[in-house]
């Protein structure tokens, strides 16, 4: 079973650093698959905690590689709940990706713990 790594959440930056470079990512440094999977960012003020600055995902499954490039931007610069990060912030951000797997059957909206 595949699980979120350091290096996924290195390539989301990667990416992101990047795109203000118009440039292209480094290659990741993890192997491919298939999984739903989520890229979110944190940004530290003044020391406090981290504060949500874009969550965007999918339940469908995508490749990992491709997933995590199109998600990192998309959760940076195209969720609609915050402003697009800015390349000056990049210093104050933290991310996390997750990785979704062993889905279960539901009996409706509630069953779930």
């Known amino acids: 079973m595949v699980s979120a790594n350091r290096e996924m959440a290195v390539y989301c930056f990667d990416t992101l650093v990047a795109h203000y470079n118009s440039e292209d990512a480094p290659p990741p440094a993890f192997d491919e698959g298939q999984h739903p999977l989520f890229v979110t960012w944190k940004k530290v003020v003044n020391g406090g905690e981290p504060?949500?600055?874009?969550?965007?995902?999918?339940?469908?499954?995508?490749?990992?590689?491709?997933?995590?490039?199109?998600?990192?931007?998309?959760?940076?610069?195209?969720?609609?709940?915050?402003?697009?990060?800015?390349?000056?912030?990049?210093?104050?951000?933290?991310?996390?990706?997750?990785?979704l797997t062993d889905f279960e059957t539901a009996n409706n909206y509630l069953d779930w713990e």
């Open 51 to 99: 504060r949500l600055r874009g969550c965007i995902g999918t339940l469908e499954a995508r490749c990992l590689i491709n997933g995590f490039k199109d998600y990192a931007l998309t959760s940076a610069l195209k969720d609609r709940r915050f402003p697009p990060i800015q390349a000056r912030e990049l210093p104050s951000l933290e991310c996390t990706v997750s990785i």
